[in-house]
């Protein structure tokens, strides 16, 4: 049983809002801020975990379900899974974080499976660990955190950060939006888990993922990393939502007449399908699953086949369209930059775990989806969780502290021009989702969009303060908007193709820019290239 | 998108309202209401929760489908989602089938 000195405590609460008192706050409920928030209660502290949605469905997993990047400690499969995506990522992962990921990764998946998660069992009778089934996995996460006697907050999206007089962060505020009024939560540590920003696309259980992490944090001046590898899209059926690809391994593309489209497939051609959807549809059909592929695919994934048997269409006769939706930095790679062993980000008192942070340290430039950013989820998360605790502990007494707000878009009454959240997701969306600007990139068409971009920028600083009704999703639009601008100030900075990173006018990879591009700022943004531990060293020894 | 909550099914339990991510639902003194329908990202979550299979989403993400409820219940779509995880009683043997593992590395 939780020990009840434990719990946050519930202070005393302004009018209309009410406070917590706690050692951290976790923001976001999906994997990495379950893991957090379980990490850091083990470790003593009180802790509160607040979600935009409901902890359980939430989030890019809860919905999508995840493959493991699971390997047994045997060390020549371990060494295999750490060479297997080195070419694609550009040689910018980080061997030594690959280590500790794989060694994490297996010990909870391994507590998972003591807590209950029903792992398959092969016809040798072995378990099988590299897969998890989403709704089954975070139902037993948000059980699990519970218990472990964690104070949530469902359906309350945070806002803002709070810092106190030296600049550290100390808490959050945001709003309860099935009760309409604030909530406020002091804390002496504050782990960031809202996910990545895949900017409203509808791609799978993702529209909760807005980037809003990465603007408050910019808010408090964190930094960022590999924002430019944050352009994968995934397929879907053209009316759907659900994009996942893993089974698309077993289609053919053809053109509206039937005809194949060369060289197009899920791994590896997906370039050849985003080209063929600029002149027109594209439809695919899983002809190459055989009898028993077929059936693995329908008891392993279920929802894969709700669009379809909902339709009537039959997926592996049929041919039906298809598109491709922009997934961002949900299966790219960029986010907040960590710093040390604990993913505490640049900013004191505040940590970063999951989509939120960068993932270049295990996938490089190439997308993190499939296995590693599964892994990356609760490994961070259980990092992020006890690095925050421990720091909660050297903090001492909260009390006396004086803290401000830190929110500045959408806050300040600045003109009588209204905060348009609508509008100005439309017009982020008309940068970032098509092809010719964001999928294959160019130093003129990333320079348009980025003016475009930083005009609606100014606009939205000078408008007024949104108001209540209207204050999430404005936050939410604003946070997409600068996410937006992070992406392409890093695209235009690495003049070479790497990872997803593709240039039409620097189409090879150029072994001298094997760095990485941290990005930061918000009314001016900055780039500037870090030099990769590796490629450190072999300067050093030429 | 979700279309239809059937008045006759639901027993106004509320849980859609509170596991829906994106806000979808608003409680009222009888049956919930799909208060903001552009919102929903069609995750099929609110199915999968459903203790009376009262629910059902269609697949179309970006548009409103119209529905006839008294045709859709003749299917077998409502609560198939649910059947097919394992998360009903009948179906709990599901829960353990994932066979992932066997179509990765593809
Ligand atoms: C279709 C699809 C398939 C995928 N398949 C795989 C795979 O097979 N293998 C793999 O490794 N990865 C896969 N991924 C990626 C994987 O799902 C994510 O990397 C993972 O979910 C990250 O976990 P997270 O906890 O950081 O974020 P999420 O699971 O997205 O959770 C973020 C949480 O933060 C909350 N939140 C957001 N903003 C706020 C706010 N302002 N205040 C409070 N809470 C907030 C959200 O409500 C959500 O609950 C897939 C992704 C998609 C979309
Ligand atoms: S979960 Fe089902 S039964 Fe409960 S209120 Fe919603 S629709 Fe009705
Ligand atoms: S499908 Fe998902 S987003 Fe839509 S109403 Fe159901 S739970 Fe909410």
Known sequence: MPNPSHRAERVSAPEGSVVFEADVLVIGGGPAGTWAAVSAAER????????????????????????VWYIDPDPALREAAMANREKMGGYLQDRRWMTRVLDSTYQHSNRLADWGYPYPVDGRGKSQRNSLQGPEYMRLMRKRTKQAGVTILDHSPALELLVDDDGAVAGASGMRR????????????????TGGCAFLSKTLGSNVLTGDG????????????????????????????????????????????????????????????????LEGPVYARLDKADDDVRHHMRVSQPNFFLPFDRTGIDPFKDRFPVTLRL???????????????????????LYAAGDAATRELICGGFTGGGSHNAAWAMSSGAWAGQGAADYATQVGPAAGRTLSSAGAVAFRSRSRRAFAPAALARAV??????????????ASRLQGALGRLDAAWRDVSEADAADTSEIVRARETAAMLATARWMYRSALARQESRGMHRRDDFSEQDSRQRHYVTTGGLDEIWTSARPHAEAGYAEAAE | MIEVIDGERCTSCDICVNVCPTNVFDKTDGIPVIARQGDCQTCFLCELYCPEDALYVSPFADQAQPIDLVALKQTDSMGSYRRAVGWTDETSDRRGVDRSYLLFGH
């Open chain 1, 214 to 277: 990465y603007l408050m944090a910019a808010e408090v001046g964190a930094e960022f990393t590999s924002m430019e590898f944050s352009n994968p899209y995934a397929i879907s059926p053209a009316f759907g939502s659900v994009t996942k690809t893993l089974f698309y391994g077993w289609a053919s593309f053809s053109y509206d007449d039937g005809s194949v489209v060369p060289g197009a497939a899920s791994k590896g051609g997906r370039s050849a399908i985003a080209r063929a959807l």
């Open chain 1, 44 to 67: 003593g502290a009180r802790v509160v975990l607040a979600d935009k949605g409901f902890c359980g469905t939430s989030g890019a997993t809860a919905a999508a379900g995840t493959g």
């Open chain 1, 178 to 193: 099935q009760k309409q009024d604030r909530w406020t939560v002091r804390a002496k540590a504050v782990v960031i888990a």
């Open chain 1, 327 to 349: 997934e961002g930095t949900v299966r790219g790679t960029g986010g907040l930059r960590i710093v040390d062993d604990s993913c505490a980000s640049s900013v004191p008192g």
């Open chain 1, 429 to 442: 969306q008309a940068e970032v989702f098509p092809y010719e600007l964001n999928y294959f990139r160019e």
